[in-house]
T-cell receptor, first 112, second 118 residues
Framework: EDKVVQSPLSLVVHEGDTVTLNCSYE??????LLWYKQEKKAPTFLFML????IEKKSGRLSSILDKKELSSILNITATQTGDSAIYLC????????????FGKGTKLTVNP | GAVVSQHPSRVICKSGTSVKIECRSL??????MFWYRQFPKQSLMLMAT?????????EQGVEKDKFLINHASLTLSTLTVTSAHPEDSSFYIC??????????????FGDGTRLSIL
């Protein structure tokens, strides 16, 4: 059975800390991995990772995929209270119709 | 950028009422739309995948007669919660995939609908 596991499920840090969120997957016909950030309403897209070992970066956020280890990490440096959110990791499988496999999310709380 | 409009943003109604939620892609064509449900403090749960011009594909455990999905055009999908009961109260979110540019950003999300059944 296809699955995506995120860890930790919940994390509380102080402003300025650096955090690493983990996502591991077991997906047949894996194509790509997606990271989204969800605050109060709809998730916002962060990264789509398809190739192993290539870091994607956006400001203080970065992410990388390791296809050998079937995992990905999302790093946030110099965290701010505005980074508090649920971070979602999804795997996309190839197929006639695209299949999505969802992780349960990591709830990050950044305290001032 | 791509925008998905979801309406209404909040609904409060009596038990037994049917509620329709609309999801529109405003500046792109979406051959595929997704409907999610989210319980408090939990991750999104995919309910169904809606393809334009064909029947929706429901996830296991989701009642298709309870949650009616219609995707009649490339820019509009609707979710109707039929004869809603308090246990249907939840946050419902739709997303749409831009068929022209999905490889760069697979899904664009609406802002969600908070449904409260009294």
């Amino acid at each position: 059975e296809d699955k995506v596991v995120q860890s930790p499920l919940s994390l509380v840090v102080h402003e300025g800390d650096t955090v690493t969120l983990n996502c591991s997957y077991e997906v047949t016909n894996f194509r790509s991995l997606l990271w989204y950030k969800q605050e109060k309403k709809a998730p916002t897209f962060l990264f789509m990772l398809t190739s192993s070992g290539i870091e994607k970066k956006s400001g203080r956020l970065s992410s990388i995929l390791d296809k050998k280890e079937l995992s990905s990490i999302l790093n946030i440096t110099a965290t701010q209270t505005g980074d508090s959110a649920i971070y979602l990791c999804w795997a996309v499988a190839q197929g006639g119709s695209e299949k999505l496999v969802f992780g349960k999310g990591t709830k990050l709380t950044v305290n001032p | 950028g791509a925008v998905v409009s979801q309406h209404p943003s909040r609904v409060i109604c009596k038990s037994g009422t049917s509620v329709k939620i609309e999801c529109r892609s405003l500046d792109f064509q979406a051959t595929t739309m997704f409907w999610y449900r989210q319980f408090p403090k939990q991750s999104l749960m995919l309910m169904a995948t809606s393809n334009e011009g064909s029947k929706a594909t429901y996830e296991q455990g989701v009642e298709k007669d309870k949650f009616l999905i219609n995707h009649a055009s490339l820019t509009l999908s609707t979710l109707t919660v039929t004869s809603a009961h308090p246990e249907d109260s939840s946050f419902y979110i739709c997303s749409a995939r831009d068929r022209a540019r999905y490889r760069n950003q697979p899904q664009h999300f609406g802002d969600g609908t908070r449904l409260s059944i009294l």
